[in-house]
T-cell receptor
Framework: GAVVSQHPSRVICKSGTSVKIECRSL??????MFWYRQFPKQSLMLMAT?????????EQGVEKDKFLINHASLTLSTLTVTSAHPEDSSFYIC?????????????FGEGSRLTVL | LAKTTQPISMDSYEGQEVNITCSHNNIATNDYITWYQQFPSQGPRFIIQ???TKVTNEVASLFIPADRKSSTLSLPRVSLSDTAVYYC??????????????FGSGTRLQVQP
């Protein structure tokens, strides 16, 4: 199947710093990418949807100035957690779609675990 | 998107068949049923998808009754490596666009030796 790669897989940062997470579709053009957040032993929560070349659409309760999303090309989307605080520590997962072979099938990245000290 | 209900957890032993049932009473005509598997600290992985009746692939089978208000994921002869969380999702991802998947609570499957 298609491959979606995230980087970094783990990141530790100090409170108040910004962290950027990259999501790449390696073998297909992703017209739409989604960013999820997952706390321990909980389900995935959708944060935002980004379409290539346009502004991201954020879910209710997600601060767009806190979580900056850029989808500048068909193979790359970035999530920047600005002025990170300990409560932002979480597992961030991206997914991408662009193929039409199977409706509803998303390809997920490996996830990025953010720890804010 | 249709709401789904799954058991929170299930236990099984190696070599057994495991059936996880998902309820989706308000499934719409154009909705597909998709199952994902997630291991700790990894992104979800697509398992199987269906619309009606039965679908089988190399790892699982999906049974969907005629009214489509529920579905059952069947894992034949599970092994320890099948210990994971399994998510049932329902939605329409037609030509109008690619909508995100909404994840429910999932079913935590624990396979014992």
């Amino acid at each position: 199947g298609a491959v979606v790669s995230q980087h970094p897989s783990r990141v530790i940062c100090k409170s108040g710093t910004s962290v950027k997470i990259e999501c790449r579709s390696l073998d297909f053009q992703a017209t739409t990418m989604f960013w999820y957040r997952q706390f321990p032993k909980q389900s995935l929560m959708l944060m935002a949807t980004s379409n290539e070349g346009s502004k991201a659409t954020y879910e209710q309760g997600v601060e767009k100035d806190k979580f900056l999303i850029n989808h500048a090309s068909l193979t790359l989307s970035t999530l920047t957690v600005t002025s990170a605080h300990p409560e932002d520590s979480s597992f961030y997962i991206c997914s991408a779609t662009g193929q039409r072979e199977r409706a509803g099938e998303l390809f997920f990245g490996e996830g990025s675990r953010l720890t804010v000290l | 998107l249709a709401k789904t209900t799954q058991p929170i957890s299930m236990d099984s032993y190696e070599g057994q068949e495991v059936n996880i049932t998902c309820s989706h009473n308000n499934i719409a005509t154009n909705d597909y049923i998709t199952w994902y598997q997630q291991f700790p600290s990894q992104g979800p992985r697509f398992i199987i998808q269906g619309y009606k009746t039965k679908v089988t692939n190399e790892v699982a089978s999906l049974f969907i009754p005629a009214d489509r208000k529920s579905s059952t994921l069947s894992l034949p002869r599970v092994s320890l490596s099948d210990t994971a969380v399994y998510y049932c999702l329902v939605g329409d991802w037609g030509d109008t666009g690619r909508r995100a998947l909404t994840f429910g609570s999932g079913t935590r499957l624990q396979v014992q030796p």
